[in-house]
């Protein structure tokens, strides 16, 4: 699945392998709407980590890349246009790509906005689910699963925790 082509913003097609560092990919399945992503009075949003995170990752030998799976909402918030429009007014430093009939996050069984799929220099998974737990009211501390699971890997040991459930809202599919 690594070689479905996606269109990204400036009109360019890409696929994941074209996109890995060195040491992978990180993929984080993404939307305009979600406030999960964008945030809410209770909670500030995990998009607001998104550059920092491209920074990151970039730092440790892999490159990041935001996908938008929600179809059934392509003609309204989560139009290419609506695409271009957040990703400038929030300075994304990574390519923001278009997954259409949200095939990628069908094979890679994304559920959710965001959902996080670490993937190592042979596009195997290494991680997936959540960036941290900061939305979980219940935490006695804070867990960056995310930013843990990309130093363990890039330093060559084993990630602890490899998978989360992802907390967000649900990608928005056409029924088939």
Known sequence: MTEYQMENLDGKMMHLESLSG??????VFSCNTCPFVVGSDNFEGWEKQYNELNKFAADHGLKMVLINSNE???????????????????????????????????????RTTPHVFLLNQKME??????????????????????????EAAASGKEIEINSTPPRGCSIKRIKK
């Open 22 to 27: 060195k040491n992978g990919v990180l993929v």
């Open 72 to 110: 059934a909402k392509r003609g309204d918030d989560d139009s290419q246009d609506a695409m271009k429009k957040r990703s400038k007014e929030k300075g994304y430093t990574m390519p923001y790509l278009i997954d259409k009939n949200s095939e990628l996050a069908d094979a890679f069984g994304a």
């Open 125 to 150: 998974l290494i991680y997936t689910g959540a960036i941290d737990n900061k939305v979980d009211g219940k935490r006695s501390s804070d867990e960056n699963y995310l930013k843990n699971a990309i």
